[in-house]
T-cell receptor, first 116, second 110 residues
């Protein structure tokens, strides 16, 4: 099992360019999450998908869109990148959104994005 | 004010020391509390999970929650160089979303 995979690992964009960050999990999890991590700010939730076919905004959704393509895949799109979106982006998955018993969010290795 | 506050450190201790990492939170609805460990250039991984107040022990790690003072702690006994990482506390009330602290960077010196 690969767990949670993310592509690309690193990307440089110019202001105004668009790109899509890809995330896939092979653990048959129902819930998937996108976070950004900035120095001094910790992990902040951008969007999440509690189950296939649903998506909800998190703490910092502005400037982003998401697509839950199927149960395995959850993509994050930046339509017009801005320098404020320079960050490390993490995708995570979890078996069920509303249950904590013996469950955890499993994180991918991250995508480092630099917007010039 | 962030809902979960955490001293960013950095914290540097000698091998074998007892490490205390702490967070405070402001949302009274939080009832699920977690500690994640994140090695450099890696994704976070769950270390400890507790529900409501109390202690939970797992090997050299002890997680403690005091809901009366809204205080979350992680203790590491007999710390090892391999414990060097950033430790993130997290809390949730709904089990749907986690609110993370900013992380404390820990270095254990051999």
């Amino acid at each position: 099992n690969a767990g949670v995979t993310q592509t690309p690992k690193f990307q440089v964009l110019k202001t105004g360019q668009s790109m899509t960050l890809q995330c896939a999990q092979d653990m048959n999890h129902n819930s998937m999450y996108w976070y950004r991590q900035d120095p001094g700010m910790g992990l902040r939730l951008i969007y999440y998908s509690a189950s296939e076919g649903t998506t909800d905004k998190g703490e910092v959704p502005n400037g982003y869109n998401v697509s839950r393509l199927n149960k395995r895949e959850f993509s994050l799109r930046l339509e017009s990148a801005a320098p404020s979106q320079t960050s490390v982006y993490f995708c995570a998955s979890k078996l069920l959104a509303g249950s904590y018993y013996q469950e955890t969010q499993y994180f991918g290795p991250g995508t480092r994005l630099l917007v010039l | 004010q962030k809902e979960v506050e955490q001293d960013p450190g950095p914290l540097s201790v000698p091998e074998g020391a007892i490490v205390s990492l702490n967070c405070t939170y402001s949302n009274s609805a939080f009832q699920y509390f977690m500690w994640y460990r994140q090695y450099s250039r890696k994704g976070p991984e769950l270390l400890m999970y507790t529900y409501s107040s109390g202690n939970k022990e797992d090997g050299r790690f002890t997680a403690q929650v005091d809901k009366s003072s809204k205080y979350i702690s992680l203790f590491i006994r007999d710390s090892q160089p391999s414990d060097s990482a950033t430790y993130l506390c997290a809390a949730s009330g709904s089990a749907r979303q986690l609110t993370f602290g900013s992380g404390t960077q820990l270095t254990v010196l051999p």
